[in-house]
């Protein structure tokens, strides 16, 4: 009775096994690939995208699915959020907080601050096309992949001695997504299409021309009217065969090739204006691009693709297991040698910034642009309180900064929202922004107060602009965002009240993002979280620094230095720990997966080991307390934050963990089957905080000098190679090599000229046997200007131990605009 399974079980070892060796050599690249399909589970489905349009590619035999998204299908309409009785209401709350009644005063924000309104709109699926190939559920020979070099999805597969083969992509410059199919012997090729739709009430229909249409419009949501008209064209080519079609579906039959045209448009055209015509604009791209064969588009979309994702190369060295499936490796990584997995890792995430975020589209949702949910978690929408901000850390230093363009434009036009949001329910001028918004650009205050009442998601999402200017040095840029920085400073010029016990200017209701101490009866209500004390530093900082560089607002800028000089510095606590609050009630037993007060840390710059090394051990004693496993992102910021202690070791184990099946760290995260990060269940800033993570163990040049090799782990010194990286100040890394823990040679670009001071772990010299200048005093270089922050308050039960970390040379080079300068070991 045995013996039948166990046949069957070898004969499917045996297969599996076959397909390995026949495929293995076609891994050499960077590739996600697989020897099954993805079956109905999503997360095991590909991405592809333009910044426009989404989709998940099953890559399914016999119902093919291709799960659909458009950038700016969202539910609701124009609207606001602010809850008007905040204004009249603030002292009393003040008030509360400062006598030590947080519970009290959440329970008074939950009536005044907090919207009585929309809490946020949702990011919407169009539903799926489906492809159903009759009888080819005997198959062999099974393979997929997503070749992140070209952008391109591929799947193959072998019924009786016909080939069939799917290749798909979203095109970048012509705004469809294109699918071809074709099999190795004539006539073989036989299929159904039709829409399964995500949205009530869509209306499908084929028309006279052959096309299959979906339309509708938009649900409603929290009392907010659905308002976005979307309509899908999908129209199908072939080489031979012929084609039929119902009310709902088009059938193609004994064709040779078809390739299948899919344009998805809405009547969207900014947060204001939604009179856009969603037909003719779906018609317009769809006939700009069918009279093209596959072959031409294919051609056009890897050209513009991998203008963006050539630009960095990573070698880390491989091994044997590059030979295995993707879900295999996830598997294996923790126990096998796999560097080549992390290029994988590392690469998917730029990948995955390119598809998802394009110039003139819309921001990264939590989601990217991958949504399969009519309710999505979290409405798929923009938590920024750091999920948003995660999402473009790699943009500037992978040398993606033309991806950043759209967070950038959204926060302009939150800064044009944020003007009323300030005005009516803090008395401020300039602008802000709580902790989500949507499409429609809200700034109130949503899902509660222990998580909405968070008022800083304008002053962080402003540093961005800021980032951006620091990379590029354009000045005509910083003149443009300028009142955005501006505004934000004006908000806490306006907003910040003395506090009444230590006489530090604070902000007030304030909180740690979703965190609260056991002091305070499970309210986050406070008054100057030390979060809340570094944006406003830096918010401070820039909006100084942008006024001088453009000689303007000299006495506005004073004022600036002036309440700076006011706030509350951060503080060390009884444990050793950088405290999360004004006081010292940081429980060392909280594993929170927020660690929002090492905000200083990174992605600010405000925590050194070189310049404040007692806030540097206490930041260090923080990561320690709080532990390693958590949900996904908060794994990818701890990479960064591990980085920055200059431990590549510790980095590098987070990184273990982040590569961890789903389901298998006990306190939550790891990745699933496609590489996508689960928190769970799939937030995209993982991915992208983990991208930035490793960028930061190759290259840092946030604290006064271009550091590299900064945190290299152990498992990487004997050999390797990174090019393309952007530093501030308009450096770029043309190509560094390093060998056993050394840089053997580095090629650097100065496209703004300046001084380049260089950190580096070994001698260097010039490639023309000329010695390198040693470093003095201050940078020059006003890129790398680094302010100065208050002495901390150190707990006298604190016990603080002295940084310690390996020997490092510092170098000033000075660099004309354009020129290339190449450095050798010594």
């Keep these: 009775m045995m013996a039948a399974p166990i046949i069957k079980k070898m004969l499917f070892i045996v297969c599996f096994f076959a397909t390995v060796c026949c495929h293995s050599q076609e891994q050499a690249g960077l590739k996600l690939w697989y020897a ?52 009249d209401s603030l002292t009393v709350l003040q008030h509360l907080i400062f006598a030590g009644k947080q519970k009290d005063a959440e329970e008074m924000a939950n009536r005044i601050i907090v919207s009585k309104k929309s809490q946020g709109q949702m990011f919407e699926p169009l539903g799926e096309l489906q492809l159903v190939f009759n009888n080819h559920h005997k198959y062999n020979n099974y393979y997929r992949e997503l070749d992140i070099e070209k952008a391109i999805a591929k799947t193959s597969y072998k019924l009786g001695d016909v080939t069939y083969t799917r290749e798909v992509l979203a095109s970048l410059p012509d705004r469809i997504i294109v699918m071809h199919l074709s099999v190795s012997k004539p006539h073989s090729l036989s299929f159904t299409a039709f829409y399964s739709p995500a949205m009530p009430n869509a209306e499908i229909k084929t028309t006279a021309a052959g096309q299959l249409v979906i339309s509708g419009t938009t649900i409603d949501h929290e009392g907010v009217k659905g308002m976005i008209r979307y309509t899908g064209i999908t129209q199908i080519k072939t080489q031979g065969g012929s084609h039929s079609l119902t009310d709902t579906s088009l059938t193609i039959q004994n064709a040779d090739a078809a390739t299948i045209y899919i344009s998805i448009a809405t009547n969207f055209k900014n947060y204001r204006d939604i009179n856009q015509k969603e037909k003719a ?24 693709y991998q203008k963006f994702f050539k630009r960095v190369k990573l070698d880390l060295g491989t091994s044997d297991a590059i030979k295995l499936p993707t879900d295999e490796r996830l598997k294996n990584f923790n126990t096998t040698n796999d560097p080549q997995f992390v290029e994988l890792y590392y690469q998917f995430g730029r990948y995955l910034l390119i598809s998802c975020s394009q110039p003139g589209g819309q921001p990264a949702t939590l989601q990217g642009i991958w949504n399969n949910n009519l309710r999505p978690p979290w409405d798929s929408k923009y938590t920024i309180n750091i999920n948003t901000e995660m999402n473009y850390w790699p943009a500037e230093k992978t040398n993606l900064p033309e991806m950043h363009e759209p967070l950038i434009r959204m926060v302009q036009e939150l800064a044009a929202t944020g003007k009323q949001t300030a005005k009516e329910m803090y008395g401020a001028r300039g602008w802000m922004a709580h902790h989500n918004t949507d499409i429609w650009r809200i700034n109130g205050a949503v899902d509660g107060a222990f998580w909405g009442a968070w008022s800083n998601g304008g002053g962080w999402l402003s540093q961005h602009l800021w980032e951006h200017y620091l990379y590029s040095g354009d000045k005509s840029f910083l003149s443009s965002v300028y009142p955005v920085l501006k505004g934000a400073a004006m908000f806490y010029a306006d907003y910040l009240i003395d506090h009444p016990k230590y006489h530090w200017l604070v902000i007030c209701p304030d909180e740690s993002p979703e965190n609260a101490p056991k002091t305070h009866e499970g309210s986050s209500i406070d008054a100057g979280v030390t979060m809340t004390n570094q944006i406003v530093f830096d918010v401070f900082s820039t909006a100084i620094r942008a006024a001088a560089i453009l000689s303007k607002d000299q006495s506005f800028a004073d004022t600036l230095k002036h309440l700076r000089s006011r706030l509350a510095p951060m503080h060390i606590g009884q444990h050793g720990q950088l405290q999360e609050w004004l006081d010292d009630v940081d429980d060392p037993n909280d594993h929170h997966r927020h660690i929002s007060h090492l905000y200083g840390l990174f992605p600010s710059n405000q925590i050194s080991p070189y310049r404040t090394p007692q806030l540097y051990s206490a930041a260090k004693n923080t990561l ?28 590098y184990k987070l990184i273990q963990n982040q590569l961890t099946p789903v389901g298998t760290n006990d306190g939550g995260g790891g990745t699933y089957n496609n590489l996508f990060d689960a928190h769970p269940p799939f937030q995209i800033d993982g991915n992208f905080g983990c991208t930035s993570g490793i960028t930061e163990m190759l290259m840092q040049s946030e604290d006064g000098d271009l550091h590299l090799l900064p945190a290299l782990p152990d498992i990487w010194r004997t050999h390797g190679s990174i090019s393309g990286l952007r530093a501030r100040g308009g450096f770029e890394i043309i190509t560094m090599e390093w060998k056993d823990g050394k840089i053997i040679r580095a090629i650097i670009k100065s496209t703004l000229g300046g001084n380049l001071r260089l950190r580096v772990p070994n001698e260097m010299k010039r490639n023309d046997g ?51 300068y190449t450095l050798v070991s010594k």
């Design 281 to 304: 604009r779906a018609a317009a791209y769809l006939n700009k691009a069918i009279s093209k064969s596959f072959a031409e588009i294919s051609k056009a979309h890897v050209a513009a």
């Design 36 to 87: 099954q399909p993805s079956a109905n589970t999503w997360e095991n489905a590909l991405p592809i995208g333009n910044g426009r349009l989404g989709a998940m590619v099953y890559g399914n035999v016999d119902t093919e699915r291709i799960q659909l998204n458009e950038n700016t299908l969202w539910s609701g309409g124009p609207n606001r959020n602010d809850n008007p009785l905040a204004l």
């Design 624 to 651: 320690i307390q709080r532990g390693d496993v958590s949900t996904g992102w908060s794994m990818g910021w701890k990479v960064n934050w591990w980085a920055k202690m200059l431990d590549g070791n510790h980095a």
């Design 770 to 820: 000329n010695e390198l200048k040693k470093a003095k005093g201050e940078n020059k270089n006003q890129f790398y200007q680094v302010e100065e922050v208050a002495t901390p308050v150190i707990s006298p039960k604190a016990t603080i131990k002295p940084p310690e970390f390996k020997n490092t040379l510092l170098y000033d080079i000075s660099t004309e605009k354009g020129k290339i």
